[in-house]
């Protein structure tokens, strides 16, 4: 009884110590798993002496949270999201993921002194990516980046944990000696997991919407519900030689898309479930690995690192995306921020668990490799994505909403918003909102007082507006009541907007710009759309002359509204551009260090070149 | 290009007085008029046609309207600080106190963007604005737009 309480007591002081760390290295810049996994290091046995070393539990740990993100990954994933990435993420999943786990498995060939089978074990186990921790981070500094890349790169981290997991057991079962299964066998085998997992996902989704929706069920449960039949769609898939870890997703997609009784419930819910995951596995590896352990084996492995952040995924992603017609910088982006997270160290206890010789090694690097890919890669997002011209303004703000479940109210529930300043809602009468279908705005609070209706004319910022809608349009209420960045401080988006419908003549006739005559007669939107060639994202620009126009909203695929950038900066890659920017930094040290050396009075008035 | 180049202190004006977006672009076409020697019909229509392409309220209290005026020998500014902020469908919606307006030969081609570029690079800056805000006298409002230390930062 005292060792239950005692292993109840560590548990919950280690999660709590999780989610300070996470807080505190917030504040630096930090990465939050790679705080989480050093937590677990710390308490670990080289640390505060806390003995963890059994990789069975690890392992059954591990695959249940997994299971878990990659649920909640899906359910998160929305349907144009997923459609704007599908090819992309699905070819880098399968061919992307082969080719980096050949190049690392090269590498770790020759730098461990290993066979080939052991080699190329290494180079699968590391070659999923984790989008979880990307967007981590770069929500944690309240940016967004190009939804083009942030689609593929969280698709792609969806669908190619199965296919990793299916390599490293395939080789595990070589290296373990049973060699006798043929080539053609093992394909058909690959074929069997992703045709099992594609197809029990997709109809296992579609039931849980069913489950979801039919029970009536007390409010808690719900969630509840959602979990349980995800994580037996998990396990009976892989209890039958499918792809678990693609059906669970696959049904997250689908349910994340449906019609869903109390959906933001069940979304919040998995969320945390999503962090609680995160927390578990991240201190929970962190407390397996034996540090001075790894020393021995920390050149070899951080050699293995380099040639995966450096030579396996940047070829990977040029090879793989070169067709979809991603531009340079989005190559690079997405070639640099193939972070990886706890796949890699949980598909290392595999060997392990099929008592492999050297199965350590195996640990050992994977664990060393996602180590140097958070440290290296994962301060480096932010900055990155800033210098790759791809990161956005965040103009939504989902703080300000509240959902209400009321179980009479059929299928819809009751929002509650707080009117930001500069919401779109406060441009027109109450009377003329544009409301979605079935959604009625049932009460209007003012200083906490509820305002009469027929003496409202307008809304007023930080007014509450609590609203009687179903789940599908939230979103379009969500936009009403956002708030929306001033575009001179964010010059992102253009220094002046444009009406997609004016005709091309007209605007390059004003500007001096250059348009063929087959150009000059179409709509700038028409001829925006066309220039860029691909389903459009914000943010999407098109050089014209002297400025770039730029693509500043949309309504799904049709654009909206459009920027015009004044004095575009060149492409980062392009020479110029590089020579400016060095010599920028360059000025910049040297005013530092002059600061440094002049008595303050004397300073000039900072000049406001960070605007 | 200076904005010294587009403005004199005749075309700076420290204390505006107008109840509207309409209002505002008309009483500035008057002005504008009287300085370049041409109809003031004719400027606000050049200004109202630009306005139909998409609102020159560049957001946090700035508009930049502009336009190319047939038979101006030279680009042409003016620029009004607002008694009080108006509605001028500004892309966040937030009322314009700032109005820098901007008129353009019919063959200004590049000069064109370029002084508009100048004009809403110098606006973008807060620390400017903010000093534009707080003054309320033609000459300094003319020597705070046209000090090239302040301006030329970015």
Same mark, same amino acid.
């Given at each position: 009884?005292?060792?239950?309480?005692?292993?109840?007591?560590?548990?919950?002081?280690?999660?709590?110590?999780?989610?300070?760390?996470?807080?505190?290295?917030?504040?630096?810049?930090?990465?939050?798993?790679?705080?989480?996994?050093?937590?677990?290091?710390?308490?670990?046995?080289?640390?505060?002496?806390?003995?963890?070393?059994?990789?069975?539990?690890?392992?059954?740990?591990?695959?249940?949270?997994?299971?878990?993100?990659?649920?909640?990954?899906?359910?998160?994933?929305?349907?144009?999201?997923?459609?704007?990435?599908?090819?992309?993420?699905?070819?880098?999943?399968?061919?992307?993921?082969?080719?980096?786990?050949?190049?690392?498995?090269?590498?770790?060939?020759?730098?461990?002194?290993?066979?080939?089978?052991?080699?190329? +074990?290494?180079?699968?186990?590391?070659?999923?990516?984790?989008?979880?921790?990307?967007?981590?981070?770069?929500?944690?500094?309240?940016?967004?980046?190009?939804?083009?890349?942030?689609?593929?790169?969280?698709?792609?981290?969806?669908?190619?944990?199965?296919?990793?997991?299916?390599?490293?057991?395939?080789?595990?079962?070589?290296?373990?000696?049973?060699?006798? *299964?043929?080539?053609?066998?093992?394909?058909?085998?690959?074929?069997?997991?992703?045709?099992?997992?594609?197809?029990?996902?997709?109809?296992?989704?579609?039931?849980?919407?069913?489950?979801?929706?039919?029970?009536?069920?007390?409010?808690?449960?719900?969630?509840?519900?959602?979990?349980?039949?995800?994580?037996?769609?998990?396990?009976?898939?892989?209890?039958?030689?499918?792809?678990?870890?693609?059906?669970?997703?696959?049904?997250?997609?689908?349910?994340?898309?449906?019609?869903?009784?109390?959906?933001?419930?069940? +979304?919040?819910?998995?969320?945390?479930?999503?962090?609680?995951?995160?927390?578990?596995?991240?201190?929970?590896?962190?407390?397996?690995?034996?540090? &001075?352990?790894?020393?021995?084996?920390?050149?070899?492995?951080?050699?293995?690192?380099?040639?995966?952040?450096?030579?396996?995924?940047?070829?990977?992603?040029?090879?793989?995306?070169?067709?979809?017609?991603?531009?340079?910088?989005?190559?690079?982006?997405?070639?640099?921020?193939?972070?990886?997270?706890?796949?890699?160290?949980?598909?290392?206890?595999?060997?392990?668990?099929?008592? +492999?010789?050297?199965?350590?090694?195996?640990?050992?690097?994977?664990?060393?490799?996602?180590?140097?890919?958070?440290?290296?890669?994962?301060?480096?997002?932010?900055?990155?994505?800033?210098?790759?011209?791809?990161?956005?303004?965040?103009?939504? &703000?989902?703080?300000?909403?509240?959902?209400?479940?009321?179980?009479?109210?059929?299928?819809? *529930?009751?929002?509650?918003?707080?009117?930001?300043?500069?919401?779109?809602?406060?441009?027109?009468?109450?009377?003329?909102?544009?409301?979605?279908?079935?959604?009625?705005?049932?009460?209007?609070?003012?200083?906490?007082?509820?305002?009469?209706?027929?003496?409202?004319?307008?809304?007023?910022?930080?007014?509450?507006?609590?609203? +009687?809608?179903?789940?599908?349009?939230?979103?379009?209420?969500?936009?009403?009541?956002?708030?929306?960045?001033?575009?001179?401080?964010?010059?992102?988006?253009?220094?002046?907007?444009?009406?997609?419908?004016?005709?091309?003549?007209?605007?390059?006739?004003?500007?001096?710009?250059?348009?063929?005559?087959?150009?000059?007669?179409?709509?700038?939107?028409?001829?925006?759309?066309?220039?860029?060639?691909?389903?459009?994202?914000?943010?999407?620009?098109? &050089?014209?002359?002297?400025?770039?126009?730029?693509?500043?909203?949309?309504?799904?695929?049709?654009?909206?509204?459009?920027?015009?950038?004044?004095?575009?900066?060149?492409?980062?890659?392009?020479?110029?551009?590089?020579?400016?920017?060095?010599?920028?930094?360059?000025?910049?040290?040297?005013?530092?260090?002059?600061?440094?050396?002049?008595?303050?009075?004397?300073?000039?008035?900072?000049?406001?070149?960070?605007? | 290009?200076?904005?010294?180049?587009?403005?004199?202190?005749?075309?700076?004006?420290?204390?505006?007085?107008?109840?509207?977006?309409?209002?505002?672009?008309?009483?500035?076409?008057?002005?504008?008029?009287?300085?370049?020697?041409?109809?003031?019909?004719?400027?606000?229509?050049?200004?109202?046609?630009?306005?139909?392409?998409?609102?020159?309220?560049?957001?946090?209290?700035?508009?930049?309207?502009?336009?190319?005026?047939?038979?101006?020998?030279?680009?042409?500014?003016?620029?009004?600080?607002?008694?009080?902020?108006?509605?001028?469908?500004?892309?966040?919606?937030?009322?314009?106190?700032?109005?820098?307006?901007?008129?353009?030969?019919?063959?200004?081609?590049?000069?064109?963007?370029?002084?508009?570029?100048?004009?809403?690079?110098?606006?973008?800056?807060?620390?400017?604005?903010?000093?534009?805000?707080?003054?309320?006298?033609?000459?300094?409002?003319?020597?705070?737009?046209?000090?090239?230390?302040?301006?030329?930062?970015?």
């Amino acid at each position: 009884m005292e060792q239950a309480h005692q292993l109840v007591f560590i548990g919950s002081l280690l999660l709590l110590a999780g989610i300070v760390a996470g807080v505190l290295s917030s504040r630096v810049g930090a990465p939050l798993l790679l705080a989480f996994l050093a937590l677990g290091m710390v308490a670990g046995v080289d640390g505060l002496g806390l003995h963890f070393t059994s990789t069975g539990s690890a392992y059954l740990i591990g695959s249940a949270a997994l299971a878990i993100i990659l649920f909640d990954g899906g359910l998160h994933t929305r349907r144009r999201v997923f459609k704007l990435a599908l090819g992309p993420s699905v070819v880098l999943a399968s061919v992307g993921v082969a080719i980096t786990a050949t190049i690392a498995g090269c590498a770790a060939v020759f730098l461990l002194h290993l066979g080939w089978t052991e080699g190329l +074990l290494i180079g699968a186990i590391v070659s999923s990516t984790d989008a979880a921790a990307v967007f981590l981070l770069l929500h944690q500094r309240g940016r967004e980046i190009s939804q083009r890349v942030a689609a593929t790169l969280e698709t792609e981290a969806g669908f190619n944990d199965p296919f990793a997991v299916f390599l490293t057991t395939t080789l595990v079962t070589f290296a373990s000696g049973h060699d006798g *299964e043929p080539f053609a066998a093992l394909m058909l085998h690959l074929a069997r997991e992703a045709v099992l997992g594609a197809a029990i996902g997709i109809a296992g989704g579609m039931v849980l919407v069913q489950l979801v929706n039919r029970l009536t069920l007390a409010g808690g449960l719900q969630p509840i519900l959602a979990m349980a039949a995800a994580l037996c769609l998990f396990a009976g898939t892989q209890l039958i030689e499918g792809s678990g870890f693609l059906a669970v997703y696959l049904a997250g997609l689908i349910a994340g898309n449906s019609r869903l009784k109390s959906s933001q419930t069940i +979304l919040r819910f998995h969320e945390g479930m999503a962090w609680l995951s995160q927390l578990v596995l991240f201190i929970m590896l962190g407390l397996l690995v034996v540090p &001075h352990h790894l020393l021995p084996q920390a050149p070899a492995a951080l050699g293995v690192a380099l040639v995966l952040i450096l030579v396996a995924r940047p070829l990977a992603v040029w090879i793989c995306l070169t067709p979809f017609r991603f531009s340079v910088q989005e190559r690079l982006f997405v070639a640099w921020v193939g972070l990886r997270g706890a796949v890699p160290i949980f598909l290392a206890m595999i060997p392990t668990l099929a008592r +492999l010789p050297h199965s350590e090694t195996y640990f050992h690097v994977a664990f060393l490799v996602v180590l140097a890919s958070l440290v290296l890669q994962g301060w480096t997002v932010a900055p990155a994505a800033r210098w790759l011209r791809l990161e956005m303004p965040r103009d939504k &703000h989902h703080g300000h909403r509240l959902d209400l479940e009321i179980a009479a109210a059929g299928s819809r *529930e009751i929002s509650a918003y707080r009117v930001p300043l500069g919401a779109p809602a406060l441009d027109r009468s109450f009377e003329q909102l544009p409301l979605p279908r079935r959604t009625r705005l049932i009460a209007v609070l003012r200083d906490g007082v509820v305002m009469n209706r027929a003496q409202l004319d307008r809304l007023q910022p930080n007014d509450v507006v609590l609203a +009687l809608t179903p789940p599908e349009t939230t979103e379009v209420l969500d936009r009403m009541f956002a708030e929306r960045a001033g575009p001179l401080a964010d010059s992102v988006l253009g220094d002046f907007v444009l009406d997609p419908a004016v005709p091309m003549a007209t605007f390059v006739d004003l500007y001096g710009l250059p348009a063929t005559l087959g150009d000059r007669a179409k709509p700038v939107g028409t001829f925006l759309r066309q220039r860029i060639g691909r389903r459009p994202v914000i943010g999407d620009r098109v &050089h014209l002359g002297l400025v770039d126009l730029i693509v500043r909203e949309l309504d799904g695929d049709r654009i909206t509204e459009i920027g015009v950038v004044l004095e575009p900066e060149r492409d980062p890659l392009d020479g110029v551009s590089i020579r400016r920017r060095l010599k920028r930094l360059a000025g910049g040290a040297r005013r530092a260090i002059r600061r440094r050396g002049v008595p303050v009075a004397s300073r000039r008035p900072p000049s406001g070149d960070g605007a | 290009m200076n904005i010294a180049d587009l403005i004199t202190p005749q075309s700076v004006i420290a204390n505006f007085r107008v109840s509207s977006k309409k209002q505002a672009l008309q009483e500035l076409a008057k002005k504008a008029a009287a300085l370049v020697g041409q109809p003031e019909k004719l400027v606000f229509d050049v200004l109202s046609e630009r306005e139909r392409l998409g609102t020159t309220g560049v957001g946090l209290g700035i508009a930049i309207p502009h336009g190319k005026l047939p038979g101006l020998d030279r680009m042409t500014g003016l620029f009004a600080r607002l008694d009080k902020p108006v509605d001028f469908e500004a892309i966040d919606n937030q009322p314009v106190d700032l109005v820098f307006l901007m008129l353009a030969p019919e063959d200004a081609g590049a000069d064109h963007l370029k002084a508009l570029a100048r004009v809403s690079r110098l606006l973008r800056d807060r620390a400017v604005c903010a000093k534009l805000r707080g003054t309320d006298n033609a000459d300094a409002l003319y020597a705070l737009l046209t000090d090239e230390r302040t301006s030329d930062a970015a």
